[in-house]
C-alpha cells in the first residue's frame, strides 16, 4: 500500500468551529487531492496541490482552504464548518497528474 | 462539464459474472480507471487501461473501452462474496462516477 495516512480518522464538531484535516504522504508524489464522498454523489474533487505552495481548486471548493508547505504534508481547513460538510473525506496521491492515484483511509467528519 | 455515468447498484449470484458500466464525455483522458472501495475503506486501484487500447484483462477481470461510444466496462468472471464492494470508475480531469455497489449473494 502507499504511504499514505490521515488524521483524525474520526471527528465530530460544532457548526461554526474550525477544523483541519491532515493528510501525510511517505511516497514524495507530487500531486495530492482532497476529495469528499458522500451518497449518490461518489466522490468530488475538493482541492488539489501540485507542488509545495502550489494549489488549484476542484470542483466543491467553496468554503474549504488547503495548504501544502512540504512535500509530505496537505491540510484541508474548513474555516467554519457547516452541516453541509458532513462527509467522509479522503486524500490522494500521484507522481503525475496521468498517474494511477492512491487513496488514503479517509476522515469521517460530522458536523452537528 | 466532464461527466462519468454509472449504475448505482448491482446484484448477482456467487459464480456468475459481473460487469459493471460506465459511460463518460471526456475523452481526453490517457487512461481511465476502476478502483474497488470496501466497506470502511478507501479506494485501491483495481485495474486501468490505456485510452489506445480496446481491451484489457487481468486474471478474473477484463476491461472493455469503446472510445467511438464513451463507454467502459469491468466484467469480473467468477464472482465472489469478496468481490462485494462499490466499484468507482475514473477518467482524467479527476472526475469519478458516482460508484457502482455490487452485491454478490451466495
Known amino acids: 500500500d502507499a504511504g499514505i495516512t490521515q488524521s483524525p480518522r474520526h471527528k465530530v464538531t460544532e457548526t461554526g468551529t474550525p477544523v483541519t484535516l491532515r493528510c501525510h504522504q511517505t511516497?514524495?508524489?507530487?500531486?495530492m487531492y482532497w476529495y469528499r464522498q458522500d451518497p449518490g454523489h461518489g466522490l468530488r474533487l475538493i482541492h488539489y496541490?501540485?507542488?509545495?505552495?502550489?494549489?488549484d481548486k476542484g470542483e466543491v471548493s467553496d468554503g474549504y482552504s488547503v495548504s501544502r508547505s512540504k512535500t509530505e504534508d496537505f491540510l484541508l481547513t474548513l474555516e467554519s464548518a457547516t452541516s453541509s460538510q458532513t462527509s467522509v473525506y479522503f486524500c490522494?496521491?500521484?507522481?503525475?497528474?496521468?498517474?494511477?492515484?492512491?487513496f488514503g483511509p479517509g476522515t469521517r467528519l460530522t458536523v452537528l | 462539464g466532464e461527466d462519468v455515468e454509472q449504475s448505482l447498484f448491482l446484484s448477482v449470484r456467487e459464480g456468475d459474472s459481473s460487469v459493471i458500466n460506465c459511460t463518460y464525455t471526456d475523452s481526453s483522458s490517457t487512461y481511465l480507471y476502476w478502483y474497488k472501495q470496501e466497506p470502511g475503506a478507501g479506494l485501491q486501484l483495481l485495474t486501468y487501461i490505456f485510452s489506445n487500447m480496446d481491451m484489457k484483462q487481468d486474471q478474473r477481470l477484463t476491461v472493455l473501452l469503446n472510445k467511438k461510444d464513451k463507454h467502459l466496462s469491468l466484467r469480473i468472471a467468477d464472482t465472489q462474496t469478496g468481490d462485494s464492494a462499490i466499484y468507482f470508475c475514473?477518467?482524467?480531469?479527476?472526475?469519478f462516477g458516482q460508484g457502482t455497489e455490487l452485491s454478490v449473494k451466495p
Open positions: 511516497e514524495n508524489h507530487r500531486y
Open positions: 496541490s501540485y507542488g509545495v505552495k502550489d494549489t
Open positions: 475514473a477518467g482524467g480531469k479527476l472526475i
Open positions: 490522494a496521491i500521484s507522481g503525475e497528474a496521468t498517474d494511477t492515484q492512491y
